[in-house]
């Protein structure tokens, strides 16, 4: 389970890092939210993030069980369940649609799913 999840998780970083990196206000609209020139700046800018984390989780695929994969799920759980629950304080607080809570819906169910590969 923990390699095809590193491997899902490595795609999905990879398609976030050329989103943000080309069109970073297609993504954020997707959510409600404007992109302005400040937010187009910071998407872009963060876009090698989710370039390092696909090449941390495709390179770590084959850990076997021991503590380098205990990390890297704890890790992966703590990061994608903080993406969720940032998604869920943004819906609260009326700065983003209801589709934010779609993808915090995905987000938790991979922190959830690196819990249980541990």
Known sequence: MFTLLCIATAVLCAVLFAVF??????????????AD????????????LFLG?????WLLRD???????????LAAAVTFAGIA??????????????AILVAAGFEAAIAVAFVLAR
């Open 21 to 34: 990196l080309i069109v970073p206000g297609a993504y954020m609209g997707l959510y409600g939210v404007t």
């Open 53 to 57: 984390l696909a090449v941390f989780f």
């Open 85 to 98: 629950a940032t998604g869920i304080w943004s819906y609260a607080a009326g700065s983003a649609s209801f």
């Open 63 to 73: 850990a076997g069980p021991g503590p380098l994969q205990d990390g890297t799920a």
């Open 37 to 48: 020139a400040s937010a187009v700046f910071i998407g872009r800018r963060a876009s090698p």
